[in-house]
C-alpha cells in the first residue's frame, strides 16, 4: 500500500480516536470518581449532536453558539438525571447504575426519534460545518480537511485540560478525596453530594460536546451513539476503567489502529479493537493503566 | 452482584404445586396467544434463565449473552439449511454456543463485577461482528431466511402448535437442566461465591472453577434458547445478535424476578406480550420498554415472582 493512503488513514483514525478520546473520557471521569457505568453515554453523546440540530432548526443558531450551548444543555439534563434517578441507587451494587442507564438509553433514542419525526419531519439530518472551517488544509504530504483537523485539535485540547484539571490542581485533589473518604471530606466541610453532581455533569457535558462536533461528520440520527458506545466500552477497558490518561491514549490509539488495520484488511475494522481488548486483558486484567480494584 | 438472596428452603415449601401450575400454564399458553407468541416466550424464556443463572445465583451480570444466542440462532440456522433434522440442529447449536464459551468463559471469569459486564459485552460485539462478515455461513445484513422446517416422528413443524409444544419439552428440558444446576450441591456452592467469594474461597472451593462451570451451562441453554427461537421463526436476523439483546434478557429477568428459578419466563411472557400490544398499538417500543426499565430498576428491583414469593413468605 502506498504511504500517503497510510498517511490519509492514519488521520481518519485520529479523528475516530478523537471521538473515543472525549467519551472515554467522560467514562472515565464519571466511572473514576463516581463508579457510575453510564451505559447513557452514547445516547447523551447523540443528545449533543441533536440539541446542535434543534437549536439550528428552531433559533436559527450555527454551529459556534451550539458548540457551547448544547454541551450545557445536555449537560445540565445530565445534572438532572443524577439528582432525580442515580442517587437513588448509591448504596445499592455498581451494576443497578449500568442497568438504570441502559433503560434511559432505549427511552432516550426513541424519545429523540419520535421528536426529530413529529418536529422536523425527518429521521436523520445532515449539519453543515461552519463556512470557517469549509475547505481542505494541504499539509505538505497529505491533503486533509479543516474541519476534521479542528475536531482533532479541540479533543486533544479538552482531553489535556480535564488531564490537568483533576491530576494537577486542588478542585482535582477535592474530587479525589470526596469520591475516597466522602465521610471525612464533608467533615471538612466540602459539600460532597453538590462535587458528585457537578462531576457527572461535566462528564455527560463531554459527550454533549463530542456529539456536537460529530454532527458535521456523521449527520444527526437517533441511533448514532449506539454502536459508538461498546467501541468507547473496550477502549475504556483497554484503558483501564476510570483511568483518564488511559482513556485519552488508548482513545487516540484505538482509533488510529483499527483505521490502519482496515486499510490493511477490511474486514476487521469494526473487530479490531474487541481484539484487542481481549490480548490486553489476558496480559493485563485491569487494562494498561488501571489500578488493580482493591487498590483505589 | 448481591441479588435478591432467598432462603434455600423457602421455596420447597409448594414446590411441587407451583411446578404444575407452571406446566399448565404453558401447556395452555398457545390457546391464548399466538403459538409463534408463545414459542418466544419459551425462548426468550429459557434465555432469560440461561442468563439468571449468572447472574441471580453467581453474582454474574453478563452483557453479552447475545452471543450464545446468536451462536445458538447461527448454528441451528445454518444446519437446518444444509437439512439436518431438527433436533440435531438444536443439538449442534447449543454445541456451537459452548465451544465459544470455553475461550469467552475462561478469559472473562477472571474479573468480577463492572469489568466482567464490560468484557462479556465485547466479546458479544465480536460475534456480532463475525456474523456482519462471516457472510457465507450467516447471510451478513440479510441473515438465514426461508429455512426448512423438516418433520420430526410423525411431526408437522409446518403447524404453528405442533411447532410450539415440541418447543415446550426442549424448553421443558432446558428447565430441568437449569433446576439440577440450581438444587445441586453445586448450586450451593454457586451462590455462596456470589454472597461471599473470600468466606467460599476459605472453605476450600475454587470459585473460578465454578463460576466458569456456571458460565458453560448457562452458555449452552443460551444457546439451546437461541435454537428454539431461530425453529419458531423459520429465519435467523442479524438482530439476535445486537448488544440490545444481551439488555433486553436483563430487563426480561430482572422483571421476572433475579435469583429465582421461574422468575424469568414471567419476565419473558411480560415483555414479549407487551412488544406485541405495542406494535400493534403503533406505540414506541423503545419509550415504553425502556420506561419499564427505568421504573423496574428504581423501584422494583424483586421483581414480580420475587415480590410475590416475598408476600407469601411474610403470609405463611
Known sequence: MNLQLLLIQVFNGLVNGAFYALLSLGLAVIFGMLRIVNFMHGALYMLGAFVAFALGQTLGLGFWPSLILAPLIVGAFGVLLERTLLRRLYGLDHSYNLLLTFGLTLLLQDLVKQEMLSQFAVSSAPYTAPASLAGVVNLGFVVFPKYRLFVIAVSAVICLITWFVIEKTRVGSVIRAATENPVVTRAFGINVSAWITGVFGVGVALAGLAGVLAAPIYSVEPYMGAELIITTFAVVVIGGMGSILGSVVVGFAVGVLAAIGAALYPPIANTLVFILMALVLLVRPNGLFGLPEGAR | MSAVTRAPGAARHGLGLWALLAAAALLVLPQVLYPVLALDVLAWGLLAVAFNLLFGYTGLLSFGHAAFWALGAYGGGSLLQHGAPVPLAMLGGTAAALIVAVPFGYL????????????????????????????????????????????????????????????????????????????????????????????????????????????????????????????????????????????????????????????????AAIVVILRDVLSTANLPVGIVTGLVFVLTVLFFRQGVLGTLSGLLRRRG
Not at chain 2, 418433520?151 to 432446558?174: I, P
Not at chain 2, 453445586?186 to 476450600?204: H, I, K, Y
Open chain 2, 108 to 267: 472473562s471469569v477472571r474479573s468480577v463485577g463492572i469489568y466482567f459486564s464490560m468484557i462479556t459485552l465485547a466479546f458479544a460485539q465480536m460475534v456480532y461482528f463475525l456474523a456482519l462478515q462471516w457472510t457465507d455461513v450467516t447471510g451478513g445484513e440479510n441473515g438465514l431466511q426461508g429455512l426448512p422446517r423438516p418433520g420430526f416422528l410423525g411431526l408437522n413443524f409446518d403447524s404453528n402448535l405442533q411447532r410450539y409444544y415440541f418447543a415446550l419439552a426442549v424448553f421443558a428440558l432446558g428447565l430441568y437442566v437449569a433446576f439440577r444446576t440450581v438444587r445441586s450441591p453445586f448450586g450451593l456452592a454457586l451462590q455462596a461465591v456470589r454472597d461471599n467469594e473470600q468466606r467460599a474461597q476459605s472453605v476450600g472451593y475454587n470459585p473460578q472453577r465454578f463460576k466458569f462451570t456456571a458460565f458453560l451451562i448457562s452458555a449452552g441453554l443460551a444457546g439451546l434458547a437461541g435454537t428454539l427461537f431461530v425453529f419458531g421463526h423459520g429465519v435467523v436476523s442479524l438482530e439476535v445478535a445486537n448488544w440490545r439483546t444481551s439488555g433486553e434478557v436483563v430487563i426480561i429477568t430482572l422483571l421476572g424476578g433475579t435469583g429465582t428459578l421461574f422468575g424469568p419466563v414471567i419476565g
